[in-house]
């Protein structure tokens, strides 16, 4: 079975620095595209960022010059480097990935991650 473990959240005071790792199970031929969502308390979920293949990241406005989002398929693994880190940063980050796998068949599904808390002080 696919699946996601997100782990690095925690807290932080604001301007500090975290990174987010997600992490695919190894039974897995290589991550296509990934993404990264948030939920803020009283907010709708909202995309950060995310990656397609050959094309540069996509970030929200919000996050721009702040987040950067990358993969690697040797640990099968996408990342969210997180600077100048704000309050209003402060939710659950979740990790989507476009996965492909070989076996049985060849195919190309999207997974999700369970969700890791981010808070930041002021």
């Known amino acids: 079975q696919v699946r996601l473990v997100e782990s690095g959240g925690g807290y932080v005071q604001s301007g500090g620095s975290l990174t987010l790792s997600c992490v695919a199970s190894?039974?897995?031929?290589?991550?296509?595209?990934g993404a990264w969502y948030r939920q803020a308390p009283g907010k709708q979920r909202e995309l950060v960022a995310n990656?397609?293949?050959?094309?540069?990241?996509n970030y929200d406005d919000s996050v721009k010059g702040r987040f950067t989002v990358s993969r690697d398929n040797r640990k099968n693994a996408v990342y969210l480097q997180m600077t100048s880190l704000k309050p209003e940063d402060t939710a659950v980050y979740y990790c989507?990935?476009?996965?492909?796998?070989?076996?049985?068949?060849?195919?190309?599904?999207?997974?999700w991650g369970h969700g890791i808390q981010v808070t930041v002080s002021s």
């Open positions: 990656f397609t293949s050959g094309c540069m990241p």
């Open positions: 190894e039974n897995i031929f290589n991550i296509n595209a």
């Open positions: 989507n990935a476009e996965i492909v796998i070989a076996i049985p068949e060849w195919s190309l599904s999207s997974y």
